[in-house]
């Protein structure tokens, strides 16, 4: 069965830093979504993403959050400037269409900014 | 703003009894769609089941079942026959059909453990 899948499973960053973090949505869907979950906290949405630009975004995504399509396959988040506050566990989901399908979810990336 | 809240942290529940795990939301839509997502260890999320607002009857799929109480704005999990591969956290999760996002809004979670 088809898999949404993130890279890397972990990553490390010292304040400030750029992570890019990416994804791989399951390849005959449309709408990709970028979640967080701050741990002990509820599972955040971020923001979709469809036909190339945003559909929504949260009031947590932003300026120093953005995303893109680099090609036909991945799916990536960019956090410019990280801060302490943005170790988390962050999902990328997709889905076919934006009704009643489902969203399909990736195992994660832990984020951990020291 | 919509809220979805899972007042039981954690559960446990003994192997093939049933357990009912609740959720409750706060919208002021009508229609609007509500789901049990379910993530083992180590695991991604996967979709467990869901229910529509219109629909009065409540969804099941196999072991499970909701108990959809639109007045109440409660929305529990029943699982019946309960197998050790149950054992997950259990996140409920909420989304309106004009929401051009598809944006899910989640309760913070039950972790559900199965005794053998």
């Known amino acids: 069965e088809p898999e949404v899948t993130q890279t890397p499973s972990h990553q490390v960053t010292q304040m400030g830093q750029e992570v890019i973090l990416r994804c791989v949505p399951i390849s005959n869907h449309l709408y990709f979504y970028w979640y967080r979950q701050i741990l002990g906290q509820k599972v955040e949405f971020l923001v979709s993403?469809?036909?190339?630009?945003?559909?929504?975004k949260s009031e947590i995504f932003d300026d120093q959050f953005s995303v893109e399509r680099p090609d036909g396959s991945n799916f990536t988040l960019k956090i410019r400037s990280t801060k302490l506050e943005d170790s988390a566990m962050y999902f990328c989901a997709s889905s076919e269409i934006t009704t009643l399908y489902e969203q399909y979810f990736g195992p994660g990336t832990r984020l951990t900014v020291t | 703003a919509q809220t979805v809240t899972q007042s039981q942290p954690e559960m446990s529940v003994q192997e093939a009894e049933t357990v009912t795990l609740s959720c409750t939301y706060d919208t002021s839509e009508s229609d609007y769609y509500l789901f049990w997502y379910k993530q083992p260890p180590s695991r991604q999320m996967i979709l467990v089941i869901r229910?529509?607002?219109?629909?009065?009857q409540n969804a099941t799929e196999n072991r499970f079942s909701v108990n959809f109480q639109k007045a109440a704005k409660s929305f529990s999990l029943k699982i019946s026959d309960s197998q050790l591969g149950d054992a997950a956290m259990y996140f409920c999760?909420?989304?309106?059909?004009?929401?051009?996002?598809?944006?899910?809004?989640f309760g913070g979670g039950t972790r559900l453990m199965v005794k053998p």
């Open positions: 993403f469809y036909n190339n630009e945003i559909s929504e």
């Open positions: 229910q529509e607002a219109y629909k009065q």
């Open positions: 999760a909420y989304r309106t059909p004009n929401n051009a996002g598809n944006m899910l809004t």
